[in-house]
């Protein structure tokens, strides 16, 4: 849930810090898990103004565009449809930076030289996607500090995880609730004040009736006439956008807006598109077909609510509305929908369709069934001040069975018992007063809107909740220790966690649930999809630790923090048939990105390779004392460049890759530097752990060191050599190092040099030169004949 700081700032005054909120946020229970500014602080970015666009004389999408700041003008190419002369634009100068990382520099476009960038929103952060630049309306003189003109959009979004018995708290009134609780303040709920038309009444338009009480309790209208459907003004775009709402129209926009105040999902239906002047809530029949406006045909399981007109249905309760009654730009009279749901029909509903919404997710929490007048005025009022036309006089309520507040019985001296607190009763019950829990004789009125209050338990929590459980006495207690040994594969997975970070990675922590989109960079592999998916988003189950490397690269690139060592170690998901358990193998990611170390004094940064990766790996599995390690180059890994990608082996046992993710991935996820992956399979690389120890001393006889220079065709594996040279020295052969490559047109283009380092040793005496010649001989005889090579004299 995204909380917007500013918005909130609407309906409760606020004299702390951003920090100090998100804390105290967290201590009532709601955790904020990420403090988002919306807007990053720009540097050489400014006010600028097109003076004149002309066309690019060898482009035909590109455009000359003369923009001034005021002291200056610059010739600026520019590729937006939407650019004009006049427009007041945020400019960026040669020099500047934006959030996404990329430097501006002077440049020459299809013969043309530009200066500048004119910027989009998605290029200063504030969306995901833009179809064009960013024509701003200010009466900031050109030049101004681009963070001057936008200071109106400074904000930050608190990131929230609200559980699933507070659905309370997924609207920023409800959290302004919460914080009104520790701050001492009121909350300022919007106030009004509906001017209806007095010249019909909505009674001689719509009939409303509810047959299927047991999934619609309550089911309230509203009707607005001439209203024109139109874009939304800023200011609630604004609002929208930046909790990750896209902008549809003044009456769609002005539902979620509500939603997201209150809490109370609402449903615009186009009026004249309604047959029969009537609306009849029923419960659907198993196998009746019913398209949503996704224009996609459900097939409705048994007792779904289902709002009709007279003819046919018109929407799925409290989940999705019809396309058969869709407001468009056309739409001139709307029937405004506020209704309460029972959750238990909804969760049944959109578990069987397979169909969640932003809406039915607050229906199956439980929303404030006495909230639902109030949040249809105030949808109304909005809609007749952004989309015009008139109020039809009188509101329909169809309310058959009044929900009954619930009471608590309450006695304060349990608190007590239960927090070991020393609290009064008049402290107890002020502090619930706090949260309009209010003292009766008969016990404690609960709120609407705090569905999870049930029980006398409930109340305790909630004072200790309020009071702060940093604020409660402790008592000292005698820790009773239950050590048990952990399993051998515990054991080795905390060692190769813990030789990982040695070797400076970070580990990371990502979701199993990935989108299906995301799969599609690992494909060959039968993945688990989700029955009934929180979103799109989190629809399957991951294939790879290949996707969660990634989002987390994009993630810190577009906060400015390209250079990462990261690694992950958890499960992946793969289809065993529909019927059986998903194999579940366990999995080590590495991905390297970005500088290798940062400038200093001595010379310039040094960008991950290959041979980074390589030494990673090759390192760990010399630290588990795993032997016969083979990194042989491979090919159509559909993730990997064919030119530096490589398989992994132990014993001839495949144990995974590694190697450079190619462009088209890399482009996919918008990552702008080089990322270098390796994926190893942790079950098998268990099998091969061993720390069965064993000393060896030093060797107390000289040893003797030979070097063996071999001219080879490009194509042969150094690998293969190395092994072939190891497999023809003897048991005096104690070490070889490749310590030189060399190509160059001296040797033919075609080949390459290898210089090996021998070193011969023996534990029990002095070896002869003699031998030793001999030994070093049979492997440059046969080092010939076997990869048809040549020595390499100088």
Known sequence: MKISYKWLKEYIDIDISIEELAQKITDSGVEVEEIIPLVAEFDNIVLGKVESRSKHPDADKLSICNVSTGDETFQVICGAPNVEAGQLIPFAKTGAKLPNGMKIKKAKIRGVESFGMICSKEEL???ENSDGIWPLETAHSVGTDINIVLADYKDYIFDLFITSNRPDCLSHIGIAREVAAFTGKEVKFPEVKISESANHNINDFIKINIEYPQGCPRYAARLIQNIKVAPSPDWLKQKLETIGLRSINNVVDITNFVLNEMGQPLHAFDNDKLSGKQIIVKNSIAGEKFTTLDDKVRILPENCVMICDGKEPVAIGGIMGGLNSEVSDTTTTILLESAYFTPKNIVTSTRKLSLMTDASQRFE??????????????ATELIKQLAGGEIVQGVIDIYPKKIEQTVVPFN?????????SDLDNNTILETLKTIDLIDTPKGITVPSYRVD???EIDLIEEVARLINLDNLPTSVTEPVYLDQPNKGTDDYISDIRENLI??????????????????SITPGIDTVKILNPISDDLSTMRPSLLQGALSTIKHNQNRQNPNLKIFEIGRIFINNGSDTIPLQPGKIGIALTGNRMPDFWQGDATLFDFYDIKGIVEELMQKLQIDKVEIEPGKNISYLDNDQSAIISVNGAELGSLGKINDTVKSNYGILNDVYFAEIDLDILLN?????????????????EKD????????????EVFNFIKSQGGKHLVNINIFDVFVGDKIGKENKSLAFRLKFQSDERTLKDKEVDQVFKRIIDKSKKQFNASLREN
């Open 125 to 127: 952060g504030f969306e």
């Open 365 to 378: 929490k439980g929303t404030d069934y006495d909230n639902v007048l109030f949040a249809l005025d105030r």
């Open 412 to 420: 304060p001296s349990h608190v007590n018992r239960i927090l070991g």
């Open 453 to 455: 209050i049930k029980e």
């Open 502 to 519: 040695q070797t400076g990675l970070q580990e990371i922590f990502t979701n199993s649930m990935i989108s299906e989109k995301a799969t």
């Open 688 to 704: 091969y752990i061993s720390y069965d120890k064993k000393y060896k001393t030093i060797g107390k006889y000289p040893y003797i």
């Open 708 to 719: 063996l220079a071999l001219i080879l065709d490009n194509s042969t594996n150094a690998s």
